[in-house]
């Protein structure tokens, strides 16, 4: 028996997994009340708002994939918003900026969070938005243990909060200074704004469907938009280190609403993988798995050997080329950059030696074309501050924190995979009406015409958070994903690889080495592209490291523990045993389930 951190659970009743554990304890709950996945997935993402405040927000976005009992084929829920109306390339540049910027008023898309978990809950749950945000609106006013990296990223931007934004200095600093770790820390303005989403939603009457759908329209057309479009106007310090005014209005809230899709699906070793479209990284992913077939040798397959990891990272490096070059909110030709015949002329370009440039492919014949910014290779405009870019594992490997994610199954067979981010309390200043801030997820797009990923107003950004679900014969498996900016690929990759070829059990696979590659433009401000460079753990061995060196890779080595965040959760439709697994590193993600 291989030793794993914790167990696979295995059981019949439910099964959660997130990135926190009193997410997964709330959801849990939700199934023992009664409800069924989606209504326990939805009370986790709104508990996921108050315990990682850090990592997301109900300024932010959530895309996810459900699979019902009735209906098990695949699809997607888009909580990504887009860019406001104002939100033109000439106007950032008129403002002197060649990136937008990572954080403050002018990085945020219109919120779309809250109405997508909204959504899910009137279209798929059962319970009411009473019974689901009853556990978040309790942690919020009467507090939760604060986790040690929350205090830890407030600290980090202690002296932004006092000098340029107020507003957040006033919520998340206690005389001047973080919270302590394990304090109890409360936001009563973010509990009555879910109380007062409640209230709304009750006082439209009606059915459950209907007071739902009051309560959006609270979020869209009442309070909340008021609240935004007042807050937006006013001018704050970004990471540009220029104040700049919003461009959020509440006419864009208005005019949002979270959307029901079909998923991006490939064929693989006997499975269907589903993830998102083309307008954010999920077919990625699907790409790298046709490569990795049209490679033809089984040691591709093999995400601990050198030989393996060689493939794998050059087969990677060419589908985030193609990323670069051809995803975004717009025409993309997915169904050629999915096909055999283009992951087969694509893998021909695999060498024995790793390379260090950026090679989009021309699906159909069409010539790619990436940013002028990035087209020099190496890039790095800086370190940006402190607020920057995703919370994630930084280019040396040490952990700053992630985005969240989390995995329900249900013993009716209801399943769901969610990676909600973006609104994260360094990401822009608080909205003391509301307590919470608005995101940062504009910094996906470039200012630059004619790119599969320009900014344009309406377009989404073209997002990295990028969920997963997993069919077998047309009955969903598995629903997994990982926070990680642009590692969530990779890591799911090595996840899949381990259980779908290899046979681990889900712990196994989840604590099993994890490595990724940053050779490829960044998402996230400010761009940065690292040509050849692998970021392993140093387990992964010094004879495996030595040989991928000798391949021309410029490996970086990290902390035994330090990369990775995987959740997953799956069902066998034969016998309806339930299991799940969460990542152990940084001792905050959890299952639950019997």
């Known amino acids: 028996m291989t030793f794993t951190t914790r167990p696979t659970l295995e059981g019949t009743f439910g099964m959660v997994s997130s990135t926190h554990w009193i997410a997964s304890q709330s959801a849990m709950r939700i199934l023992e009340l009664g409800g069924n996945a989606f209504d326990a997935a939805v009370a986790a993402g709104f508990v996921l708002h ?55 008023p002018l990085a945020a898309a219109v919120p779309g969070a809250v109405d997508a978990w909204l959504l899910l809950l009137r279209d798929k749950g059962t319970q009411s938005l009473e019974e689901v945000l009853e556990p978040a609106i309790g942690y919020a006013r009467h507090g939760h243990p604060l986790i040690g990296r929350v205090s830890t990223t407030i600290e980090t931007v202690r002296d932004l909060f006092e000098s340029d934004w107020p507003t957040s200095a006033d919520l998340w600093l206690r005389d001047g200074r973080a919270p302590e770790p394990g304090s109890l820390f409360r936001n009563p303005a973010y509990a009555d704004t879910l109380q007062r989403l409640v209230d709304e939603g009750r006082a439209a009457g009606g059915t459950r469907e209907q007071q739902i759908d009051g309560a959006r329209r609270a979020w869209s057309q009442g309070f909340v938009a008021e609240a935004v479009d007042a807050f937006s106007r006013k001018a704050f310090r970004d990471s540009s280190g220029e104040p700049h005014a919003g461009l959020v209005t509440g006419a864009d809230l208005a005019a949002f609403a979270a959307t029901w899709e079909d998923p991006a ?59 670069e070059a051809w995803y975004g909110d717009g025409d993309v030709p997915l169904e050629t950059l999915l096909s055999e015949g283009y992951a087969a002329e694509r893998a021909a370009l695999i060498g024995e030696q790793a390379s260090t440039s950026l090679r989009p492919g021309s699906p159909d014949g069409r010539d790619p074309v990436v940013a002028a910014y990035v087209q020099g290779g190496a890039r790095t405009a800086g370190s940006g501050d402190a607020t920057t870019g995703e919370p994630t594992v930084s280019r040396t490997g040490v952990t700053r924190g992630d985005t969240c994610h989390v995995d329900v199954v249900d013993r009716w067979g209801n399943m769901i995979s969610a990676t909600p981010s973006g609104g994260w309390l360094q990401s822009s200043p608080t909205i003391p009406e509301l307590g919470f801030c608005l995101g940062s997820r504009m ?15 309406g377009r989404r950004p073209r997002t990295t958070l990028t969920p997963t679900m997993v069919l077998r014969d047309g009955e969903p ?4 994903g990982s926070p990680g900016g642009d590692q969530q690929e990779q890591w799911q990759l090595l996840f899949l690889l381990r259980t779908l070829v290899q046979g681990q059990g889900l712990q196994e696979a989840i604590d099993a080495p994890m490595w990724h590659t940053t050779s490829f433009p960044g998402s996230f401000y400010p761009r940065e592209t690292e040509p050849g460079v692998v970021i392993v753990e140093d387990r992964l061995g010094s004879d495996t490291i030595a040989d991928l060196e000798r391949r021309g890779h410029r490996v970086r080595v990290s902390d035994p523990w330090s990369l990775g965040r995987l959740c997953a959760v799956t069902r066998d439709p034969e016998s309806g045993v339930l299991r799940a697994g969460a990542n152990p590193r940084g001792m905050q993600g959890y299952a639950v389930g019997r």
């Open 443 to 457: 910094q996906m797009f470039w200012l630059e015409e004619g790119l599969a990923s320009s900014l344009a107003p």
């Open 265 to 323: 699906t490939i064929e693989w070793q006997g499975h269907t993988v589903a993830k998102t479209g083309p307008w954010g990284q999920g077919p990625v992913l699907l790409q790298t798995l046709r490569l990795l077939d049209a490679v033809g040798q089984p040691e591709a397959l093999d995400p601990s050997s050198s030989k393996g990891i060689h493939a794998i990272a050059e087969s990677l490096k060419l589908a985030f080329a193609d990323r």
């Open 477 to 480: 498996v598995m629903a997994c």
């Open 50 to 104: 108050v315990v990682e405040p850090h990592l997301n927000g109900p300024g932010g976005e959530v895309p996810a994939i459900i699979a019902t009992a009735d209906d098990p084929a695949p699809r997607v829920l888009c909580g990504q918003g887009p860019a406001p109306a104002g939100a033109t390339i000439e106007h950032y540049r008129s403002e002197g900026l060649e990136l937008i910027p990572g954080s403050g």
